[in-house]
């Protein structure tokens, strides 16, 4: 079974109710056996606030750009729920640069905004990290 970020195959669940449909991706798996996953669209719906990285005395945290509310919790619930349904998953083609989904090129910021790497993995993948010992990881 692949796991695919599901801006990658086409869904509009983007921040701005878009897409990042990924064409050479696509003629490259078999559709047969994809599962597509969205942490972020399985909590505020698209379009939505974007979120963004802090490192924080309590670690990184995902926090709204709007609200600044603090979505990690939720992210990090989304990849159990993500695991416990579909423990089989040996692939996973992960969205760059998301805070959620990236595997290390996520930005994150300090307190006062100044951006302290842009190598980082998302609050969701990291967590799935954990779970899927032997799974491969794949950012596009
Ligand atoms: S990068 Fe991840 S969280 Fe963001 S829209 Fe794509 S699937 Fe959803």
Redesign the pocket.
């Known amino acids: 079974m692949i796991a695919v970020?599901?801006?990658l195959l086409g869904l509009n669940?983007?921040y701005d109710g878009g897409d990042?449909r990924d064409e050479e991706l696509l003629k490259n798996i078999d559709c047969s056996k994809i599962v597509p996953?969205?942490?972020?669209?399985n909590i505020l719906g698209a379009p939505r606030e974007s979120i963004d990285l802090f490192e924080t005395k309590y670690g990184i945290k995902a926090i709204g750009s709007k609200t600044f509310k603090d979505y990690t919790s939720l992210l990090e619930n989304e990849a159990k729920r993500f695991f416990e349904a579909n423990p089989d998953v040996k692939i996973f083609y992960l969205?760059s640069k998301?805070p959620?989904?990236a595997l290390s090129s996520a930005k994150v910021y300090d307190e006062d905004c100044n951006l302290l790497s842009q190598t980082s993995t998302g609050v969701f993948t990291k967590k799935l990290k954990i779970w899927y010992k032997r799974a491969k990881f794949i950012e596009r």
Do not use: H, I
């Not at 996953?37 to 669209?41: D, G, I, L, Q, Y």
């Open positions: 970020s599901a801006c669940c983007r990042k996953f969205c942490p972020e669209v969205k998301s959620s989904c």
